[in-house]
């Protein structure tokens, strides 16, 4: 299984995917791709996703709106939350890029990712059928995208998942 390393170059910190690959002289992690370098932010706003949104009715929100939608304002909102800069980065969920100066970078946010491949990993999952399998695997794609999604939304998004796949 693949997962998110960080490596430090001349005191400025990279984004790597590396897997564990395992011979007889023990695990070695190979690297599998570059993603970019890493910006770190901290909390500045805690405000609740439906607070941000100014959204009285939560279940009408969210029976209303389709999947990518509601992740696009989950993007949002974690961005606000975190005082990202959008004149300084460039997250386009439509290409699925997270960018500085047209160069590829992550955000550190949430001890997730948002990248490229988070966001797209996130925006285009695909249930395999196994109810349990796929909710911990979308579970984990927020998670790695650097995204808390409350509990009753994420229910909600799994939900129509699986109503599209039946």
């Known amino acids: ?22 011979s007889k002289k023990g695990s070695r992690q190979k690297v599998k791709g570059y993603i970019g370098r890493i910006y770190k932010f901290n909390l500045v706003n805690s405000v609740n996703f439906f607070d941000f949104l100014k959204i009285n009715d939560a279940q009408v929100y969210l029976e209303n709106n389709n999947n990518n939608t509601i992740i696009h304002d989950l993007v949002e909102w974690e961005l606000y939350k975190f005082g990202v800069n959008k004149n300084e980065f460039l997250i386009d969920l439509n290409e ?27 925006l ?36 129509k998942l699986y109503k599209t796949t039946e």
């Open 96 to 122: 699925k890029k997270v960018q500085k100066k047209e160069k590829n970078i992550s955000l550190l946010i949430n001890e997730g990712f948002m990248c490229s491949i988070t966001l797209k990993n996130l």
């Open 124 to 159: 285009e999952f695909k249930a395999e059928g196994d109810e349990q399998t796929d909710g911990y695997r979308f579970a984990r794609a927020f998670v790695e995208a650097g995204i808390k999604v409350p509990q009753d939304v994420f229910i909600s998004l799994f939900g």
């Open 1 to 22: 299984m693949a997962f998110f390393r960080i490596k430090k170059i001349k005191g400025k910190e990279y984004t790597y995917i590396v897997e564990n690959k395992w």
